[in-house]
C-alpha cells in the first residue's frame, strides 16, 4: 500500500539547511496498523504530510497504491486524497457552521456523489452518533467531534486513514473510545491505517512501530519497523 524510498525533507532556517527527516526507507503492506511514534520535533508529522501528498520529499520517491505520487501535480495529488486518502487530525478541524451530517456530507460533495445524504446518516450510525446528525460542532464533546472526524474521513471509502494524534486531544477515556474505533473501523473495512502519536499505549496496539527521533528511525532505516508485538495487544487488535 505504501512504500518509501530514501525519502527525506529539509528546508531552509535562516542561511542554513535543516534536515527535518533523514533519508528513510519503509513499507507499509495493506490492511496493517503502523504506528509512528516519538518526541515532538521528531518528524513524524512531517512524515505523515509526505506520505500524503501535502508536501514534497527533498529526495526519494513515495509510491500509494502503486502510484508514485511524487511524480503528481497539484490536481492529480487533490484527487488522490479524494479518493484513497481519509483524514483524521487531532483538533478534529470540523467546519463549524456546518451541523454533524453536513461536516460528513463535504468530501462526498466534492467527488459529486448524489447518495451524500444517505450516506453520511449511516456513517453517523457507524461511529454512534444516530442522533446528533443536526448538531453543530460547539455542541458535540470532544470525543463526539472526533467521531465525526472519523466519519469524514470514511466518507469515499478511502483505503487508506492517515491519523495525526488521533487522541492527543482528548482525555484517556474518550482517547480509548476513538481508539477502539480506528481499529474497528481498520478490522470492518480492510484499510490501512498509520497513525502518528506520542502515547507508547497507543502506539502499542499497532501491528509495526516506527520509532522516530531527530528525523531518524532509532535503529536505523532499515531496522526501525519494530514488527515483535506482544500477543496480547495483538488479540486486541485482531480479535483472536
Do not use: W
Request: aromatic share 2%; hydrophobic share 40%.
Amino acid at each position: 500500500m505504501i512504500q518509501l524510498r530514501g525519502v527525506s525533507k529539509t528546508v531552509q532556517s535562516g542561511s542554513q539547511p535543516l534536515t527535518i527527516l533523514h533519508p528513510l526507507d519503509l513499507d507499509v503492506a495493506d490492511g496493517s496498523c503502523l504506528a509512528i511514534i516519538g518526541p515532538s520535533g521528531s518528524g513524524k508529522s512531517t512524515l505523515l504530510g509526505l506520505i500524503a501528498g501535502l508536501d514534497s520529499p527533498s529526495t526519494g520517491s513515495i509510491v500509494i497504491g502503486g502510484q508514485d505520487i511524487t511524480t503528481l501535480d497539484e490536481d492529480a495529488l487533490a484527487r488522490l486524497r479524494g479518493e484513497k486518502i481519509g483524514f483524521v487530525f487531532q483538533f478534529f478541524h470540523l467546519v463549524p457552521s456546518l451541523t454533524a451530517i453536513e461536516n460528513i456530507q463535504v468530501p462526498m460533495e466534492i467527488a459529486g456523489r448524489r447518495d451524500a445524504a444517505a450516506r453520511a446518516q449511516a456513517l453517523l450510525d457507524e461511529v454512534g452518533l444516530h442522533e446528533r446528525g443536526h448538531h453543530y460542532p460547539s455542541q458535540l464533546s470532544g470525543g463526539e467531534q472526533q467521531r465525526i472526524a472519523i466519519a469524514r474521513a470514511l466518507a469515499n471509502d478511502p483505503p487508506l486513514i492517515l491519523a495525526d494524534e488521533p487522541t492527543g486531544n482528548l482525555d484517556s477515556s474518550n482517547g480509548r473510545h476513538i481508539l477502539d474505533l480506528l481499529l474497528q473501523v481498520r478490522r470492518n473495512r480492510g484499510v490501512t491505517l498509520v497513525l502518528v502519536t506520542h502515547d507508547h499505549q497507543v502506539a502499542a496496539v499497532a501491528d509495526e512501530r516506527l520509532v522516530l527521533r531527530d528525523g531518524r528511525p532509532v535503529r536505523g532505516a532499515s531496522t526501525a519497523v519494530e514488527v515483535p508485538l506482544a500477543l496480547s495487544a495483538r488479540k486486541r487488535v485482531d480479535g483472536e
